[in-house]
């Protein structure tokens, strides 16, 4: 039996238990015994019930059920009683806490990770992969680069033996969306944004993903992975949409061509670069046809060729099921 503990329960958390019901044909052996909020939670030493969980993912609040309490990392730590634990608190990529800090003391603990947080993994993956490989564990981090594209598989396993030599990703729906919204209907950048924030696409603060700084983070991971390259991310050449015209969009139309964000990074002979920027993209470019929600990842190396992953629709259910491709993947390498 695996025992899991799940810190962090927003829209991906609930998604993330309700492929715990739905997919319970593949997680027999799967026990949830906790779910944690900054503020406490619940917890069932003989694991919680998913069934009666369900409702806690839709109208009712996890802190009204029967079982909450004052408990946080603390006591998984003390309890040794967890095997995986699921990371999904918020991004922070100042600091990196509290996900940092409950990754960092859990593979210090012996427990395999798996998380969706960017700001950890941004900011301390080489300390926190190597505590994981001193202690023979495991830290999966693919939602981290894209929610349900498998673009962390695709620069690594995917490629054993070639050398990635550039990467090329558009990896926001945010800035998708309101770009083709203003081509769309013949808008400017605002009106398209005020539309993208009415519809839930865009926050309140938008500023992670139309500045750039989302898309940034997420090929700064892939380049830390790949390449186990040192860089300053606040150094980094980082542009995002604010400056795009209407103009700019209808000039590439009439060409065929389509303006996205675009990152791109390379390694080559110890040289790094790396920049992310609005982009004319031709239509014979493998990126070409990324829209809506979706993401794409497109990598060039020496002896296989170039490669390209795109789809992995922002979505909660598919960023959840982007940990539970992690989670399984854990369980089938335990067994």
């Known amino acids: 039996m695996f025992n899991i503990a799940l810190i962090g329960f927003g829209a991906v958390g609930k998604s993330f238990v309700k492929l715990l019901e739905m997919k319970k044909d593949l997680l027999h052996d799967v026990n949830l015994k906790y779910i944690i909020k900054s503020y406490g939670g619940i917890y069932d030493e003989d694991g919680l019930n998913i069934d009666e969980l369900m409702e806690y993912t839709n109208n009712k609040k996890i802190q009204n059920h029967p079982m909450w309490s004052d408990i946080s990392i603390k006591n998984i730590l003390e309890n040794k ?40 993994i941004l900011l301390h993956y080489k300390e926190l992969k190597g505590l994981a490989n ?25 490629v054993l033996g070639a050398k990635v030599t550039e990467i090329t990703g558009v990896l926001n729906g945010t800035t998708n969306f309101i770009l083709e919204e203003m081509l769309k209907n013949r808008v400017e950048y605002e009106e398209a944004l005020k539309k993208a924030q009415d519809l839930n696409i865009a926050e309140k603060d938008p500023s992670l993903d139309v500045l750039g700084y989302d898309t940034a983070v997420k090929m700064a991971i892939l380049s830390e992975v790949i390449w186990n390259v040192d860089f300053d991310f606040d150094k980094l050449d980082i542009n995002g949409i604010t400056n795009v015209k209407l103009d700019d969009l209808l000039s590439a139309e009439a060409n065929d061509d389509k303006v996205k964000l675009v990152a791109r990074a390379s390694y080559l002979d110890g040289n790094f670069k790396f920049e992310v920027k609005p982009t004319v993209i031709s239509s014979d470019h493998p990126l070409y046809s990324v829209d809506g929600k979706n993401k794409g990842v497109h ?4 002896i296989l060729g170039e490669i390209t992953v795109t789809g992995g629709a922002s979505a909660p259910l598919n960023a959840a099921a982007s ?13």
């Open 134 to 158: 001193k202690n023979n564990l495991y830290l999966k981090i693919g939602c981290t680069t894209g929610g349900a594209l498998p673009s962390v598989n695709a620069g690594t396993t995917d």
């Open 81 to 120: 009683d967890v095997d995986i634990l699921i990371e999904l608190t918020s991004t922070n990529i100042v600091d990196g806490e509290p996900g940092y800090t409950h990754i960092r003391e859990s593979l210090k603990n012996g427990i395999d990770v798996v998380t969706g947080n960017k700001g950890p």
């Open 323 to 335: 940990i539970l491709r992690d989670l399984l993947y854990i369980i089938q390498n335990r067994r």
């Open 299 to 302: 990598y060039k190396t020496d």
